[in-house]
T-cell receptor
Framework: DTEVTQTPKHLVMGMTNKKSLKCEQH?????MYWYKQKAKKPPELMFV???????INESVPSRFSPECPNSSLLNLHLHALQPEDSALYLC????????????FGPGTRLLVL | AQKVTQAQTEISVVEKEDVTLDCVYE???????LFWYKQPPSGELVFLIR??????QNEISGRYSWNFQKSTSSFNFTITASQVVDSAVYFC????????FGTGTSLTVIP
């Protein structure tokens, strides 16, 4: 089973709202990732968690706040977003590190009004 | 510097035609990994293949085949007898000390 689940599938939020994206995997993977993907562009890495610790933050604005409560779960807390943050947010996981194959979830399509 | 180039932005083929998607990479790392992912309109990135820099064997999986040539820094992907379900954006990616996606090739298979 190589399934990564993400909720919600779609999210519309205003610039003053606070919302969270959720990602879950039960493959025993110890690395989890958040990517942002704009239309017709490749995914851009945002954060990497390794063994529940944040190991990479690609200079992401603080209005995005990741959290890894346990090895199966990864959250992305959103606050005071801008319309340009509208995108597809993809979660991925891999066995251990970066060089392992990453398995992606279906993504959350976010629209910021 | 590391870089992945997918020069073909969009390709259209008629069903049952063969199609090759090109991927050229640059890296100074001696150990690196190359990937192909498929992204259908639904949005999920589907893993297709992973190849490390020491393994230049070509691979075939059903209608899919991959040609890895270190001499030309290329990792091309061929779909034989294309089908409508192959319509998607295909990304080539490189992992050395960082993860790099190419810009993707949008493939449309016309029935």
């Amino acid at each position: 089973d190589t399934e990564v689940t993400q909720t919600p599938k779609h999210l519309v939020m205003g610039m003053t709202n606070k919302k969270s994206l959720k990602c879950e995997q039960h493959m025993g993977h110890r690395a989890m990732y958040w990517y942002k993907q704009k239309a017709k562009k490749p995914p851009e890495l945002m954060f990497v968690y390794s063994y529940e610790k944040l190991s990479i933050n690609e200079s992401v604005p603080s209005r995005f706040s990741p959290e890894c409560p346990n090895s199966s779960l990864l959250n992305l807390h959103l606050h005071a977003l801008q319309p340009e943050d509208s995108a597809l947010y993809l979660c991925a996981s891999s066995k251990v590190g970066f060089v392992e194959t990453q398995y992606f979830g279906p993504g959350t399509r976010l629209l910021v009004l | 510097a590391q870089k992945v180039t997918q020069a073909q932005t969009e390709i259209s083929v008629v069903e049952k035609e063969d199609v090759t998607l090109d991927c050229v990479y640059e890296t100074r790392d001696t150990t690196y990994y190359l990937f192909w992912y498929k992204q259908p309109p639904s949005g999920e990135l589907v893993f297709l293949i992973r190849r490390n820099s020491f393994d230049e064997q070509n691979e075939i999986s059903g209608r899919y085949s991959w040609n890895f040539q270190k001499s030309t820094s290329s990792f091309n992907f061929t779909i034989t007898a294309s089908q409508v379900v192959d319509s998607a954006v295909y990304f080539c990616a490189l992992i050395g000390n960082q993860f790099y996606f190419g810009t993707g090739t949008s493939l449309t298979v016309i029935p």
